[in-house]
């Protein structure tokens, strides 16, 4: 029987042929999707004209079509010719919805009717691909995996080119070439910055006060605090200043409580959590998607990064086991602990119920390398390191002892006009660092300051009296623009976005919109579109974005909801559990772009752009200024308006036309006007 490897990438094959070799037979590299679906003229001719139309076929699906870019065509002529002799094949792609498509379209495609196994793996190294060929199991077991990746790739096609020459053809004003990209992740996505935003310009700062009460007691004088929640704040001064004057020269017993608390630890790395933690570096969501792809392909070091979860299976307590103590033996981990803590259940660490549903675990070191961590590192850039210590550090955290600290809170309640009120302060002191120890460089300088605060030596019920009140003067804060890991952490959590607890739930059920793959994909076609600008690390949206963000809020609101994009996830989340048919579901998210489609076409209102000069008139406008010794702002050179007055009008060849040009005729003439 002749049998032949698919891989997803020719790295992957590198790495499986060092594994197995031939043993399973010729191993052959993809270059990511092969195939791609049909563009919509390449289904009808007619669609090749951009109208508000929703662009589904009549056969419900599109077809797929040979990519031969990039030099995919190579490739694809090779994986042809050797499943036209083969009669099994084995598919070894990444192990989510997209590597079982990349490796099952194919075979679609070529019409290969042999023998299919799957093989599966969350790490690239020998000992790790060798267990995966030998367990390889029937292809048919992963067919909802592969029926899912379909309808999610149908759906967004149908759904986002709709939309898209939907709103770029009704939205953008005449003259002006811009496509307004619409999709069923993106513009919940956009809508989430736009609405931050929207709060920041609305924000007012307003000034609240605290009591600051100066005690007098056997221990000296001290200091506790009267400082109400957010929703019963003392806005008015006049009122602080009459509850600080009626409290003064209070005396009574001050209250002492103090516990020993055990705080475990969180749980290690999911993708998300990864990419929130880099931003504060300075990291992009797609470089820190990067950086960890290269731990986890070319040196092995770090297990699948694409994680959704932060759990890991109970099948892996051994393996994470021996790299506990890979670790702990190394020089720049300041603990000696001996065994790991194994903490087990659905708020722990271990739980293989919580990755129902899930293709990998939490991004951990491999354990498979776990012996040979020690040689391996010194072969990382220093970004790659940067990220593994992260990912080590937060692992060893996990597997680590409790932190143990004394918690005491000192108190005093005092009777006012209006009823009793409360000062207090509370300090912790370390016991027992236990997991913070290893997890230090990333915990919160500030919180573990003021956690740490010095107590006075108070005995629970000794009598002080309150010497003076001061009222201390603060200002609200605005809330904090997004960056782009806590812009990944609101997709992941979504639900917060929305009111109604079913909603919610079902946000909650879908891990919020978009998947850990596509996030940091979704977030730079934002910033290429022009909706997203990045100013000193932080996200704003354009004026264009919230321009589209207004006109969307009121004609078609829907599209903007998280809570319908989560409707959406979970219907196609259904069809990999196998309670749905693709179809159906695929279907029903047509029915909610058609429903877009009408809104936008029924208004006659337009975006606010102003049509951008192309590459060629701008150059055009440079050498003129040179030789006329102009000076153009900026401004000016982004301005098509500015710069069209300074060049002077177009030449025509050909008479006057009532027809736009397009870029390419512009920038033509503009040259021939500068020179």
Sequence with gaps: MTSIVITEKPSQARNVMAAVGTRYGQVLAAQGHLLRLQQPEEVNEAWKKWEPLLLKPDSGFYGLVADRANGKGARLDQIKAALTSADRVYIATDCDREGQAIGQNLLRFFRFKGAVLRVMFTAEDEKTLQEAFAGARPNEEYRSLYLAAEARSQADQIYNLSLTRTATTTLVPRGVRQVIGIGRVRTPTLAIVCRREADLAAFKARDYYELVAVLEGDCGPFELRHAPKAEARYFDKAKAEDLARSVQGWQGPVSVVQQERRQPPGKPMDLPSLQKRAATWGWTAQKTLEVAQSLYETHKVTTYPRAATRFLPENLIEGSTEVFRALVGMDDVPVDWSDPVIRTGRKRIFCTAGLEGESHHAIIPNPAKAGEL??????????????????????????????????????????????????????????????????????????????????????????????????????????????????????????????????????????????????????????????????????????????????????????????????????????????????????????????????????????????????????????????????????????????????????????????????????????????
């Excluded at 201390?472 to 607890?501: C, D, H």
């Excluded at 949206?541 to 319908?564: E, F, H, T």
């Excluded at 936008?600 to 606010?608: G, I, K, Q, V, Y």
């Design 374 to 675: 020690a040689s391996l590192l010194p072969n990382l850039s220093g970004d790659e390191r940067r990220l593994f210590d992260l990912i080590a550090k937060t692992f060893l955290a996990a597997l680590g002892p409790d932190h143990v600290y004394l918690k005491t809170e000192v108190s005093l309640t005092v009777a006012a006009d209006g009823g009793p009120i409360v000062f207090n302060t509370v300090g912790r002191q370390t016991r027992e660092p236990g997991w913070k120890a290893v997890y230090a460089p990333y915990l919160d300088k500030a919180r573990e300051a003021e956690d740490a605060v010095e107590l006075p030596a108070l005995e629970h019920g000794a009598p002080v009296a309150i010497r003076t009140v001061g009222v201390e003067s603060k200002k609200t804060t605005a809330p904090a623009r997004y960056t782009e890991g806590s812009l990944i952490e609101a997709m992941q959590n979504a639900w917060k976005f929305v009111e109604a607890p079913d909603q919610q739930a079902r946000l909650k059920a879908a891990k919020g919109i978009g998947t850990p793959a596509t996030r940091d994909t979704i977030i730079e076609g934002l910033k290429r579109q022009g909706f997203l600008e990045t100013v000193k690390g932080k996200l704003q949206a354009s004026g264009a974005a919230m321009d589209l963000y207004r006109i969307l809020s009121a004609k078609c609101p829907q599209v903007l909801d998280p809570a319908s994009t989560a409707h959406m996830e979970n219907r196609l989340d259904d069809i990999l559990r196998g309670t749905a048919n693709a179809r159906s579901v695929v279907n029903e998210i047509c029915a909610s772009a058609q429903s877009v489609i009408e809104a936008l076409t029924a208004s006659d209102e337009r975006l606010a752009l102003k049509r951008k000069p192309s590459e060629a008139m701008v150059k055009a406008a440079k050498a003129k200024a040179a030789r006329t010794g102009t000076r153009l702002s900026r401004a000016q050179l982004g301005d098509y308006d500015a710069l069209r007055a300074f060049l002077g009008p177009l030449p025509s060849n050909n008479g006057p036309s009532n027809k736009d040009p397009s870029n390419k005729d512009v920038g033509r003439s503009e040259v021939k006007a500068a020179s």
